[in-house]
Nanobody, 115 residues
Framework: VQFEESGGGSVQAGESLRLSCAGF????????LEWYRQVPGKERELVAS???????NVADSVKDRFTISRDNAKREVYLQMNNLKPEDTAVYYC??????????WGQGTQVTVSS
């Protein structure tokens, strides 16, 4: 299992970002895919997940601002983040249950939101 995250950056509060993640070494089209985020000194937090069939779950804390989607043909999963807030500042990672069980975490992509 391997994931490559991209799309992070530094934005002002209220702006949007779209994160992308390419997955390798898995049955991509059927695997559950997940987005996590982590702030230094805090535990990694599950932000959103999506099943192979497209059933999405998003954390209550971001439900009205974040959307997860996937393109199985491109082997990519996305996190659309709107109306960003300073508290969304974190490193964002994608993963799947198999990767987590194996202890895998990629490099992630940094999102910094300034007020």
């Amino acid at each position: 299992v391997q994931f490559e995250e991209s799309g992070g950056g530094s934005v002002q509060a209220g702006e949007s970002l779209r994160l992308s993640c390419a997955g390798f070494g898995m049955m991509f089209s059927i695997d559950v895919l997940e987005w996590y985020r982590q702030v230094p000194g805090k535990e990694r937090e599950l932000v959103a997940s999506i099943s192979g069939g497209g059933l999405a779950n998003v954390a209550d804390s971001v439900k009205d601002r974040f959307t997860i989607s996937r393109d199985n043909a491109k082997r990519e999963v996305y996190l659309q983040m709107n109306n960003l807030k300073p508290e969304d500042t974190a490193v964002y990672y994608c993963n799947n249950p198999r990767g987590r069980n194996e202890g895998y975490w990629g490099q992630g992509t940094q999102v910094t939101v300034s007020s």
